[in-house]
């Protein structure tokens, strides 16, 4: 460099430092000037913040970059994102894109990738752009619910203040507590009582076993006495029974016959009167002769008569 001048020198290293932030900067930024990459054009209608060196990723791998954006002034509202993916990811038909951006505002591009049976997209081909706006996007969505709760949630905070500022809460809670107390004593002897029925169990058991040992035999003996009464022959039986009614009726009408001794004995009063007059006689003899034996029995050892 002996034969440049000394403003030729600077010259020259002026434009190196140029080149030399041109490409550091389109380094940081992402870019590869001198690339192989596929180009593909992204359509969407609103890029929320997407710029130039963006990423792009698929399956959460990043494939390529942003080259550039432009915005089609005679359609308002459709916006081209040229970009650069690797060559050796073939892109299937039927692909789309979509922004998304995390909580820091980094935004990038996720390739959602086709079904790889329905064919390959060439470079140079559109693809189908949409927004996502991600958990801010949902978070903007609930703003106008949460906003129409804050009424509902005031109006509840208002009741639970007027609730609890109610001199008889304190008061229920106190009762709540000796409830709570009453429960657990109640509890206690309940153990105590299941406790002891079940020490008294094996006892009411074996009785238990006793009374339907009992019952058994008392079925038993029932079973032998229907037996029995089934045994019996119950038209004989009634036969006799409607014999020996015959024959007391016959008797009684005997009885009531003035012709048979029984009846006579039974019906004529004038044997009845004679029957009556006969004891009578006969009792005043009984006691004439207890009266006066002698008359009626004498014995003398000298032959001498009682006068």
Not at 100 to 105: T, W
Not at 119 to 134: F, M
Request: glycine share 8%.
């Amino acid at each position: 460099m002996k034969g440049f001048t000394k403003e030729i020198k600077i010259a020259l290293v002026a434009i190196l430092g140029i080149v030399v932030l041109f490409f550091g900067l389109n380094f940081l930024k992402g870019v590869t000037l001198f690339s192989s990459d596929n180009t593909y054009y992204i359509k969407f209608n609103n890029i929320s913040g997407l710029s130039g060196s963006s990423p792009i990723m698929a399956d959460g791998y990043q494939v390529g970059t942003v080259r550039s954006i432009s915005f089609d002034y005679d359609k308002v509202g459709e916006i081209t994102a040229e970009v650069g993916i690797n060559k050796n990811l073939k892109v299937p038909v039927g692909s789309t894109a979509e922004i998304s951006s995390d909580l820091l505002g980094n935004v990038r591009i996720d390739l959602l990738l086709g079904n790889e049976g329905d064919g390959v997209l060439a470079p140079e081909s559109t693809i189908d752009g949409r927004l996502n706006a991600g958990a801010m996007g949902k978070l903007k969505e609930m703003i106008p619910l949460v906003e129409n709760m804050l009424p509902k949630v005031d109006s509840i905070l208002s009741s639970v203040n007027y609730i609890l500022a109610d001199p008889a809460l304190p008061n229920t809670l106190h009762h709540a507590e000796q409830v709570s107390h009453d429960l657990t004593r109640t509890t206690q002897q309940m153990n105590t009582l299941m406790a002891s029925l079940n020490k008294e169990v094996p006892g009411l058991m074996g009785k238990a076993d006793g009374v339907l040992a009992q019952a058994g035999t008392a079925m038993s003996n029932a079973t032998v006495m229907t037996d029995n009464l089934a045994k019996l022959d119950i038209e004989q039986t009634l036969t006799e029974l409607t014999q020996t009614l015959a024959n007391l009726k016959t008797f009684t009408e005997s009885l009531n016959e003035t012709d048979s001794s029984l009846g006579m004995l039974l019906n004529d009063k004038s044997m009845y009167d004679n029957l009556t007059s006969t004891l009578a006689h006969a009792d005043s003899l009984l006691i004439n002769v207890k009266e006066h034996p002698k008359r009626y029995v004498h014995f003398s050892i000298f032959g001498k008569k009682d006068k």
